[in-house]
């Protein structure tokens, strides 16, 4: 391994005079599982109620579906040998709960309101070490180790940022129950969960009638109607794939710099890469016009 922590996977070949061989199977595998409960209510005259609630349960070995070589394995989150579909986690695909509503008050003077909400929760992501630990040629496929900050043997500084990680007040706490419950052993793929979050929309229709049974509608929408009251609501904190290292120490407080990884110890050097900050996303606020009938 040389000191940048860059492996050569073609150092892994058999032969340097093999390339490589490109195999097309059928090991990938899944497991899905939900229950669906909706109902329709017509309170009064035209108005009506619709509210549906899914619970999903989806694990596989691998959420590439294709078959491109490289691209599965671009996406596969390993902690070893990529071509490894032995186990079965969380798939990329995976979440726990969803909630849709719609209602619309009986129409007067030809206008109907309408509201919507949509809500989702449980999804997951994965915590990577931030280099091509495997040598496997893609340094986005990783899995981290979770250091324990309590071992004797820890870097000082790698203890000092998983520590600064957990006591910041601003990060995810889905984050930080990742760390803890994986700390002193390597990530499972999937295996943070994020928490639910929903949007609310509105809306408002006309309808002119025209001649006979033709009609124009003409519409107005308001998405994500919490968010333009308040910025802060009607986002979404969900969290994709956290890098949670980088390779290489960079020289402070009188400390040379370190190496991506030490020929002397044969071992790597981290330092943390992640603050553990939110991201809020929210959506724009378009409006629309209806069409003719």
Same mark, same amino acid.
């Given at each position: 391994?040389?000191?940048?922590?860059?492996?050569?996977? &073609?150092?892994?070949?058999?032969?340097?005079?093999?390339?490589?061989?490109?195999?097309?199977?059928?090991?990938?595998?899944?497991?899905? !599982?939900? #229950? =669906?409960?909706?109902?329709?209510?017509?309170?009064?005259?035209? +108005?009506?109620?619709?509210?549906?609630?899914?619970?999903?349960?989806?694990?596989?070995?691998?959420?590439?579906?294709?078959? =491109?070589?490289? $691209?599965?394995?671009?996406?596969?989150?390993?902690?070893?040998?990529?071509?490894?579909?032995?186990?079965?986690? %969380?798939?990329?695909?995976?979440?726990?709960?969803? #909630?849709?509503?719609?209602? $619309?008050?009986?129409?007067? !003077?030809?206008? $109907?309101?309408?509201?919507? %909400?949509?809500?989702?929760?449980?999804?997951?992501?994965?915590?990577?070490?931030?280099?091509?630990?495997?040598?496997?040629? =893609?340094?986005?496929?990783?899995?981290? %180790?979770?250091?324990?900050?309590?071992?004797?043997?820890?870097?000082?500084?790698?203890?000092?940022?998983?520590?600064?990680?957990?006591?910041?007040?601003?990060?995810?706490?889905?984050?930080?129950?990742?760390?803890?419950?994986?700390?002193?052993?390597?990530?499972?793929?999937?295996?943070?969960?994020?928490?639910?979050?929903?949007?609310?929309?509105?809306?408002?229709?006309?309808?002119?009638?025209?001649?006979? $049974?033709?009609?124009?509608?003409?519409?107005?929408?308001?998405?994500?109607?919490?968010?333009?009251?308040?910025?802060?609501?009607?986002?979404?904190?969900?969290?994709?794939?956290? #890098?949670? %290292?980088? /390779?290489? #120490?960079?020289?402070?407080?009188?400390?040379?710099? /370190?190496?991506?990884?030490?020929?002397?110890?044969? &071992?790597?050097?981290?330092? =943390?890469?992640?603050?553990? +900050?939110?991201?809020?996303?929210?959506?724009?606020?378009?409006?629309?016009?209806?069409?003719?009938?």
């Amino acid at each position: 391994m040389p000191s940048s922590g860059v492996g050569d996977w &073609q150092q892994g070949r058999i032969s340097n005079r093999l390339g490589r061989v490109l195999e097309l199977n059928s090991d990938g595998k899944v497991n899905q !599982f939900a #229950v =669906v409960a909706d109902a329709t209510w017509q309170y009064f005259r035209d +108005g009506e109620i619709t509210a549906s609630y899914t619970w999903n349960d989806t694990r596989d070995n691998t959420s590439f579906h294709g078959n =491109v070589a490289n $691209t599965a394995t671009l996406v596969q989150l390993v902690k070893d040998d990529p071509r490894n579909l032995g186990t079965l986690t %969380y798939s990329d695909n995976h979440f726990r709960n969803k #909630v849709v509503f719609y209602g $619309t008050l009986p129409s007067f !003077f030809g206008i $109907t309101l309408g509201v919507r %909400y949509t809500g989702i929760g449980g999804t997951r992501y994965s915590l990577l070490s931030g280099g091509n630990t495997n040598a496997d040629f =893609v340094g986005t496929n990783d899995l981290a %180790y979770v250091f324990d900050r309590n071992s004797p043997e820890l870097p000082a500084n790698v203890r000092a940022g998983l520590q600064a990680l957990l006591d910041n007040p601003d990060a995810s706490q889905s984050l930080k129950d990742y760390i803890n419950t994986y700390s002193g052993r390597i990530a499972q793929r999937n295996g943070g969960i994020n928490g639910f979050f929903g949007v609310v929309d509105i809306r408002a229709l006309k309808r002119f009638r025209i001649h006979k $049974t033709h009609a124009i509608e003409v519409s107005a929408d308001i998405f994500n109607f919490a968010n333009l009251l308040n910025r802060n609501r009607g986002t979404n904190r969900s969290l994709g794939s956290q #890098v949670l %290292y980088a /390779l290489g #120490v960079p020289a402070a407080t009188g400390n040379a710099a /370190l190496p991506g990884f030490s020929q002397a110890t044969q &071992q790597y050097n981290y330092r =943390v890469n992640n603050s553990g +900050g939110r991201y809020a996303l929210g959506r724009s606020v378009p409006g629309s016009a209806g069409r003719p009938l």
